[in-house]
């Protein structure tokens, strides 16, 4: 019993506020599509350029908004992406090459505290691959 309690002391450690542990430099990503086959061919797209660390695809939702002047619903597939502020652009390039949307959602949002341990492994999944790869 004693060593599940150090562990989980070490991982609430690891566990903090951006205090140079580099969660600023860490983003989550949010973009819809309009259907599951969309969702998925982006998501591959953002893993295979390399741009992104993770992507979750979510359920379904539905969506409300204003577009040229009329109400809107449509159902929606979400997706939540892992990256960094360093391959934001590179991200955002890819999703707009690849969205069906005239105008995609696109919201970054920075983090306020994480898991030292999944931040290093974002940045290092999400770094530009080297010159030649």
């Known amino acids: 019993m004693s060593n599940m ?6 991982r609430t450690q ?17 973009t819809n599509l309009p259907d599951q086959a969309c ?3 982006m ?6 350029a390399r741009v992104a660390a993770c ?10 908004y204003w577009w040229q002047g009329k ?3 449509a159902q929606e597939w979400p997706l939540l992406i892992k990256t960094t502020r360093g391959r ?3 991200l955002e390039a890819v999703i707009l090459r ?7 959602e696109i919201v970054a949002w920075p983090l306020a505290a994480g898991l030292g341990p999944y931040l290093a492994w974002v940045r290092d999944e999400a770094r530009e691959p080297p010159v030649g790869q």
């Open 88 to 90: 934001y652009a590179a």
């Open 71 to 73: 109400l809107e619903q």
């Open 39 to 41: 969702a998925q061919d």
């Open 5 to 10: 309690g150090s562990e989980t002391d070490e």
């Open 98 to 104: 690849q969205h069906p949307y005239d105008v995609p």
């Open 43 to 48: 998501a591959r797209a953002v893993l295979e």
């Open 55 to 64: 992507v979750n695809r979510l359920a379904p939702c539905e969506s409300e």
């Open 14 to 30: 690891e566990s903090r506020r951006d205090d140079g542990d580099g969660s600023a430099d860490v983003i989550v990503v949010m």
